[in-house]
């Protein structure tokens, strides 16, 4: 046992649920990830500023491209869920209303990405 807990705390058995480590390393795994795609994202909108609807249409049907648009959308939104969930534990303090803010959030943010990365495969496979 560490001597840096008190008797009071040993006596109750609290301390670390062991399950925040993995958030925070996902956090910034994620974050690291998140650094080269969001670079190339912010290159390939400035290339597509300069095509019409077809040209962009074109553009996404590239495979390398689709495939890194959906890796850009996926872990932005797994990024954002994850961001907002730290949020929403540290900040909201009644039981209810934070599973209720928790749940919201793990549903919306898969349901936009996911509309997003069907959108992206539609095009991508000639669906549009």
Known sequence: MS??????????????????VGHWISERV???????LVL???YSVILLAQTDYYGAIHWVAQP??????IL??????MHMVAGLRV??????????????LLMLNVFVG??????AIFSILKVALGGA
């Not at 994620?30 to 080269?36: D, F, G, T």
């Not at 898969?110 to 509309?115: E, F, N």
């Open 3 to 20: 001597t840096y807990r008190t008797p009071l705390s040993r006596a109750r058995g609290l301390g670390s649920a062991k399950h925040g």
């Open 30 to 36: 994620a974050a690291v990830a998140l650094v080269p």
């Open 40 to 42: 190339w994202g912010a």
């Open 64 to 69: 390398l491209n689709a495939t890194l648009t």
């Open 72 to 77: 850009l959308i996926a872990v932005s939104f």
């Open 87 to 100: 949020v929403i534990e540290d900040y909201i303090h009644k039981t209810l209303t934070k599973a209720a």
């Open 110 to 115: 898969g349901l936009a990405g996911a509309l």
